[in-house]
DNA sequence: CGAACTTTTGACCCCATTCAAAGTAGGTGG
DNA sequence: CCACCTACTTTGAATGGGGTCAAAAGTTCG
């Protein structure tokens, strides 16, 4: 999502952050902790989310390879966003003392990570809008959408067939459905012939019906380069 | 929510900006525009959200006295919320370019810009949380903890007893509920006698009872002083 | 090869939407 | 100042989308 430039990537990769594998479905950052480490995907995928008191999960972001999932935090320590790793994940773990440093001493920096933190943003009130305001169905076709573009965009496949290995009930929490009807709405994407594969791997048949259907505009994205043809 | 500090705001009033005046259900900035002015709220409430082309609205934030609504736009022109204001409202409009000026001239102030949109996210995360996870009676419970305490934070009046001359039906949007279902909800809450009037002043008979069925931590708002004992 | 977890499908139920209509402000112009 | 118009609030009845419960079939990994 309108990644880090080269300069800032390098900057952070330079600050003696540790390389952490995990396997699918680990919580890296619990609900309420305190922010002690930045997290940059590097391969894989980690969910945000928010938790509630009956244990009930909402994704509020998915960060591919690339993704910082956690930049604000070093704007604002007391607040550490909860992270999971959604399919096995390797990724950088920056120690936020080191963080805050870097941004002290780089004004410039620091404005592009407030830049970064500004898409973010703009990425969370679509996502809320997506899940107050549509069916089932749209708010699937919207987040295929959104993932198939920045998923594009990260070199890691097109949007017309790509690989995202998370599971149907992890897909729930993230739109809001549960794992049953997750199941029936990609059901529906499949009858309707707007997607063929889905699982592992995702293919869309159709890609002017699903963003119709999602009523999808991708400028909130900020992607640059020929990715604008989108709908 | 965890508003700007003296400095920052004497800075950003020092910039020129024009104070206007709208009655409710005004769009301040159009769904697609870009940005040209930040909007600081003096009275009243402004609201941000996203539309669909069916014209569908969702609510993504409401903005009290001293919040800033669009501030992230200072680090990314090209992404504008749109604005609407809830009711009759007073505003700072201050020009973009004399807000990067102001930034770009002093870190100390970028990064307290920066701590703002940290608990932007934070709040939105909490909204989206909210309207994916849970029935309409929690949403509504939740909602009216956190305005109740934003208010008693911004000292316009107190959790138990405060003015939100917001209608119904934009109360639906904000929720991603139709209004006779937001209707329904508040006579509920009234019947269970945890609430006592709604409309244009809400008054809380119950705050515990209002907090536990929202499910309501209000940590992520990072409201200091007393306010810590909400739940 | 078995255990645990996904994916898939069916049947039933309930919360929220939709449609409809009456009552109640609030605001404007005559 | 009142009449009128528009928008909001309130309530009822019927519908439907998504949830819940349950169970079978397919995967993955130890």
């Known amino acids: 999502m309108s990644a880090l430039g080269q300069d800032e990537q390098a900057a952070l990769l330079g600050l003696g952050g540790s390389i952490v594998q995990v396997r699918a479905g680990v919580d890296l950052v619990q609900p309420g902790e305190k922010a002690v480490h930045v997290h940059l995907v590097v391969e894989g995928l980690i969910g945000r989310f928010a938790q509630f008191s009956d244990g009930k999960r909402q994704i509020t972001a998915v960060h591919l390879p690339s993704d910082v999932a956690d930049l604000y935090s070093v704007a604002r320590p007391a607040l550490a966003p909860a992270l999971q790793a959604l399919t096995t994940t390797t990724l950088v773990r920056v120690p936020l003392a080191a963080m805050s ?18 898409v973010d943003i703009a990425v969370l009130e679509r996502w809320a809008a997506n899940l107050g305001c549509r069916a089932a169905t749209q708010r699937m076709a919207h987040f295929l959408c959104e993932i198939g573009l920045r998923i594009e965009d990260a070199g890691r496949g097109n949007r017309l067939d790509f690989e995202l290995s998370i599971t149907q009930p992890q897909l729930g929490e993230a739109l809001g459905l549960t794992p049953v009807h997750v199941n029936r709405t990609l059901k529906a994407l499949r009858d309707q ?13 159709d890609w002017k019906r699903l963003c119709a259907l999602g009523d999808f505009d991708p400028v909130y994205l900020l992607l640059d380069g020929p990715t604008r043809q989108a709908a």
């Open 193 to 205: 012939g707007i997607l063929g594969a889905t699982g592992k791997r995702y293919r869309v048949l």
């Open 101 to 118: 440093n870097l941004t002290r001493s780089s004004p410039a920096i620091a404005e592009a990570f407030w830049a970064y933190c500004a």
